[in-house]
C-alpha cells in the first residue's frame, strides 16, 4: 500500500519542496512512512528511533523529519557513518531543497569548505560524518544551539565492537541536550530486547515486512551436505542444475530450497564463491560480491573478468578511458568491477553508476559499501569473515550479525529489482552450515 506524498501538505510541506520530491521521483508514501508522520508526529518533540528493515523508507523518514524542521526556522544535522555516504547524501540535499532557499552545508574529515558556516550557524541543513558531529559539540559549546533535531543513520552500529562505544557517547551528549534538540534515529530491523531500544528512552517504530522480499539463502557447496540439509527440513531436491540453496524468507519466515546458477571453472567445490556469482550474472542477474579486504575485492574482480565472458553490455572504451586504474579498466570491460576506499571518489562515483544501469554486472567490494550508499542488487553474495589484527598476527573472525544484515539488506530493494532479492552465503562443511544458521538466521 502507498499514499500520495500530498499527504504532506498537511504538515506544513509547501509546493515548492513536494514538486522537488516528485520530480525526483517520490511521488507516494509507504506505510511505515505514513505511520511515522502521522501516526508518531514525525516534526513533534519526543525522540524517535526507526527500526525498520531495508526498503521500508526509513532514509526518507529521517530526511522529513530534518526538512520539516528546517522548514519551521530550526536548523537540522544528519549525522552518517561514512564520508561517501555524507557525500551522497549532501548531493542529493543540494538537488532537492537549495533551488527553495535552504542552505546546506557539507563536513567530513577531508572536506572542510563548509566548517566555518557551521559553526557560525549559517546553515539551515548540515550533513557530517559521526566523528565529526562528535568534534564539533565538544569543541564549540553553543554549535547545537538552534538546531532541532538530529537525525543519526545506521544506529545499529552501536552493537559493533569498532564502531559502537563512539555511536554511545555520541548518543549521550545528545541526550543531554534534550528536550531542546530532538533525537531521530535510524537503524535496521532491531529485536525488542536490543539494547539500543531499552536504552534509547523514545518512541520505536518498527516492523518486520520489507514491500520486496528477501531470501537469505545459504548455499550447499557439495551433494552430502546438501542432502544433509535437505534432509534436516524436511525438503525434497529441487529440479534442475545447479547448486542446492536453502534459504528463508524474510517476510513469511518459511524456509524452502532451490537451486541456483554455477559457472563451471576452477575447482568446483573450493571455487563455488566465485562461481556462483559468475552463473547469477549469466543469468542476467546483477550480484555484489562483499568480500574481506580491498585487495581480496581486486583479486576476485580480475579473476572474475579473465575466467569468464559476460553477455552484457560494458562501459564503451570511451567511458572507462577516464578511470586511472589500469586494472579496474581491465575488468571493467568484461562488465567487472571492484570498489573500495582506495579508489578515487571519481572512479567510485562511475562504477556505481555503471552497476546500476546494469553495465557492471558483477561488482566486488567490502563492508563498507553496505553502510548507507544506494547501489542495490539482485543477488548480494557474503563472506562472512574479516581479518583482525593484532600487532604484528591476526586472525580471520566471522562479521557482526548487523553487519551481515546491512550487506544483505542491498538486494532487492524498492524500484530497483523486481521479485525478490538474495542474499547468500557459502557453506562448504557442515560446521559452517550450523555456524550460519546459528549468527544469522537468528529470528528462527
Known amino acids: 500500500m502507498s499514499t500520495s506524498i500530498d499527504l504532506l501538505a498537511q504538515k506544513g510541506f509547501p509546493p515548492g519542496i513536494l514538486n522537488s520530491l516528485k520530480k525526483d521521483g517520490i511521488t507516494h508514501l509507504l506505510d511505515p512512512q505514513v505511520e511515522a508522520v502521522i501516526g508518531f508526529d514525525l516534526l513533534g518533540s519526543e525522540d524517535l528511533l526507526i527500526a525498520l528493515p531495508t526498503s521500508c523508507g526509513k532514509?526518507?523518514?529521517?530526511?522529513?523529519?530534518?526538512?520539516?524542521?528546517?522548514?519551521?526556522?530550526?536548523?537540522?544535522?544528519?549525522?552518517?557513518?561514512?564520508?561517501?555516504?555524507?557525500?551522497?547524501?549532501?548531493?542529493?540535499?543540494?538537488?532537492?531543497?537549495?533551488?527553495?532557499?535552504?542552505?546546506?552545508?557539507?563536513?567530513?574529515?577531508?572536506?572542510?569548505?563548509?566548517?566555518?558556516d557551521l559553526s557560525q550557524g549559517s546553515f539551515d541543513i548540515a550533513v557530517v560524518?559521526?566523528?565529526?558531529?562528535?568534534?564539533?559539540?565538544?569543541?564549540?559549546?553553543?554549535?547545537l544551539s538552534g538546531i532541532g533535531v538530529v537525525v543519526l543513520d545506521e544506529l545499529q552500529g552501536?552493537?559493533?565492537?569498532?564502531?559502537?562505544?563512539?555511536?554511545?557517547?555520541?548518543?549521550?551528549?545528545?541526550?543531554?541536550?534534550?528536550?531542546?534538540?530532538?533525537?531521530?534515529?535510524?537503524?535496521?530491523?532491531?529485536?525488542?530486547?536490543?539494547?539500543?531500544v531499552e536504552d534509547f528512552e523514545g518512541r520505536v517504530l518498527s516492523t518486520h515486512s520489507r514491500p520486496v522480499d528477501l531470501h537469505e539463502g545459504i548455499v550447499l557447496a557439495n551433494d552430502s551436505l546438501a542432502e544433509t540439509a535437505l534432509s534436516e527440513y524436511g525438503l525434497g531436491l529441487p529440479i534442475g542444475e545447479g547448486k542446492i540453496c536453502i534459504y528463508r524468507s524474510h517476510n513469511s519466515q518459511l524456509v524452502d530450497a532451490t537451486r541456483l546458477p554455477v559457472s563451471e571453472f576452477g575447482d568446483e567445490e573450493e571455487g563455488t564463491f566465485l562461481n556462483l556469482a559468475a552463473g547469477l550474472a549469466h543469468a542476467g542477474e546483477t550480484v555484489l560480491v562483499f568480500l574481506s579486504t580491498r585487495r581480496e575485492a581486486e583479486q576476485a574482480a580480475l579473476f572474475l573478468s579473465e575466467s569468464t565472458s559476460l553477455r552484457n553490455q560494458p562501459p564503451t572504451e570511451e567511458e572507462i578511458e577516464s578511470i586511472r586504474e589500469t586494472k579496474l579498466a581491465s575488468a571493467l570491460r568484461n562488465g567487472v568491477a571492484y570498489h573500495h576506499a582506495d579508489c578515487s571518489a571519481h572512479t567510485r562515483s562511475l562504477v556505481e553508476e555503471w552497476f546500476r544501469s546494469g553495465q557492471v554486472r558483477i561488482?566486488?567490494?567490502?563492508?563498507?559499501?553496505?553502510?548507507?550508499?544506494?547501489?542495490?542488487a539482485h543477488n548480494v553474495l557474503i563472506h562472512p569473515y574479516v581479518?583482525?589484527?593484532?600487532?604484528?598476527?591476526?586472525?580471520l573472525t566471522l562479521l557482526e550479525e548487523s553487519i551481515v544484515r546491512n550487506m544483505a539488506g542491498r538486494a532487492g530493494r524498492l524500484g530497483l529489482e523486481e521479485g525478490q532479492g538474495r542474499a547468500l552465503l557459502v557453506a562448504h562443511s557442515e560446521r559452517e552450515w550450523d555456524l550460519y544458521r546459528s549468527l544469522y538466521w537468528t529470528d528462527f
Open 387 to 395: 581479518w583482525n589484527r593484532h600487532g604484528l598476527q591476526g586472525e
Open 363 to 376: 561488482l566486488c567490494c567490502t563492508s563498507t559499501l553496505a553502510q548507507g550508499v544506494n547501489l542495490p
Open 129 to 143: 560524518i559521526h566523528e565529526k558531529l562528535k568534534h564539533l559539540i565538544l569543541q564549540n559549546p553553543n554549535f
Open 158 to 196: 552501536v552493537s559493533e565492537e569498532n564502531r559502537g562505544p563512539n555511536l554511545e557517547f555520541l548518543l549521550g551528549l545528545l541526550k543531554n541536550h534534550r528536550p531542546r534538540v530532538r533525537r531521530v534515529g535510524l537503524a535496521g530491523k532491531l529485536s525488542s530486547t536490543d539494547p539500543l
Open 59 to 116: 532514509t526518507l523518514i529521517g530526511e522529513l523529519a530534518g526538512v520539516g524542521t528546517a522548514l519551521r526556522g530550526r536548523r537540522a544535522v544528519f549525522s552518517v557513518p561514512l564520508k561517501a555516504i555524507a557525500r551522497e547524501k549532501y548531493e542529493t540535499f543540494e538537488r532537492r531543497y537549495s533551488e527553495y532557499g535552504l542552505r546546506v552545508r557539507l563536513a567530513t574529515g577531508e572536506f572542510t569548505e563548509h566548517l566555518k
